[in-house]
C-alpha cells in the first residue's frame, strides 16, 4: 500500500493543550499534506510540505518532515473546540499522479 | 469554504442502479478528481481529469466512469451499484496538471446503497 498511516488513530485532549499527529509513509514523496474533515464533510487543506523542506509552520500548526525516517508529525498548539475533527495526511508519491490518503486521527478537543 | 460545489448532497438507490454524481471546480482549476471515502477510512482515488482528459485512474472497476466538460465542471458516473459503493463521494480540484499539490474540495456526496 502506498497510503500513509496516521498514528494515533484516535486523540482526546482538553482545550488549550497541544495535539501531536503523526503520518509514517512507505515510498519516496515529491510532497506531504495535511488535511481537516469535520464530521463527513469536504477536506480542508492545512499545510503542504516537500521533501526537501523539514518544517513548516502555518498559524497555530507546526509539521516536520523527516524523510529519512518516512514520516511526518502535524503538531497544533494551544487547541480549541473548533479543532476537533478527523486529520488527514496525504502522500504524493514519486512517480505517481495522484494522492495517497491515511486513515486519519480523529482528535476531540474538550471544552 | 473552497468554490468547489457537488450536488446531490445526499442520494439513496439500491442494488443495480446507476449514479450519477456532479461537481463544478473552483474558478480557474482545470484538474478535477474524484475519491471515494467509505465510513472511518481515508479518501481512495477513483480517477482525475485535465482538459476533458483522463489522465489517471485508481484501483476502481470500469463501472465508475466519469466526464468533464469545457467549463471543467465533472460527472461521476457509477453503474451496477453495489452494497460497497456506499460512501462519501468527494471531488478536488486544482490548477495543476495533476492532483499531487493543494487539492481543494467540495462538500461530497453521501451515496447510500440499500
Known amino acids: 500500500s502506498q497510503q500513509g498511516e496516521e498514528d494515533p488513530q484516535a486523540l482526546s485532549i482538553q482545550e488549550g493543550e497541544n495535539a501531536t499527529m503523526n503520518c509514517s509513509y512507505k515510498?519516496?514523496?515529491?510532497?506531504l499534506q495535511w488535511y481537516r474533515q469535520n464530521s463527513g464533510r469536504g477536506l480542508v487543506h492545512l499545510i503542504l510540505?516537500?521533501?526537501?523542506?523539514r518544517e513548516k509552520h502555518s498559524g497555530r500548526l507546526r509539521v516536520t518532515l523527516d524523510t529519512s525516517k518516512k514520516s511526518s508529525s502535524l503538531l497544533i498548539t494551544a487547541s480549541r473546540a473548533a479543532d476537533t475533527a478527523s486529520y488527514f495526511c496525504?502522500?504524493?508519491?514519486?512517480?505517481?499522479?495522484?494522492?495517497?490518503f491515511g486513515t486519519g486521527t480523529r482528535l476531540t478537543v474538550i471544552p | 469554504e473552497t468554490g468547489v460545489t457537488q450536488s446531490p448532497t445526499h442520494l439513496i438507490k439500491t442494488r443495480g442502479q446507476q449514479v450519477t454524481l456532479r461537481c463544478s471546480s473552483q474558478?480557474?482549476?482545470?484538474?478535477v478528481s474524484w475519491y471515494q471515502q467509505a465510513l472511518g477510512q481515508g479518501p481512495q482515488f477513483i480517477f482525475q481529469?485535465?482538459?476533458?482528459?483522463?489522465?489517471g485512474r485508481g484501483n476502481f472497476p470500469p463501472r465508475f466512469s466519469g466526464l468533464q466538460f469545457p467549463n471543467y465542471s465533472s460527472e461521476l458516473n457509477v453503474n451496477a451499484l453495489e452494497l460497497d459503493d456506499s460512501a462519501l463521494y468527494l471531488c478536488?480540484?486544482?490548477?495543476?496538471?495533476?492532483?499531487?499539490?493543494?487539492?481543494?474540495f467540495g462538500p461530497g456526496t453521501r451515496l447510500t446503497v440499500l
Open positions: 478536488a480540484s486544482s490548477s495543476q496538471h495533476f492532483s499531487t499539490d493543494t487539492q481543494y
Open positions: 515510498t519516496s514523496i515529491n510532497n
Open positions: 510540505i516537500r521533501s526537501n523542506e
Open positions: 496525504a502522500t504524493a508519491v514519486t512517480g505517481a499522479n495522484n494522492l495517497f
Open positions: 474558478s480557474g482549476h482545470n484538474t
Open positions: 481529469y485535465y482538459r476533458e482528459e483522463e489522465n
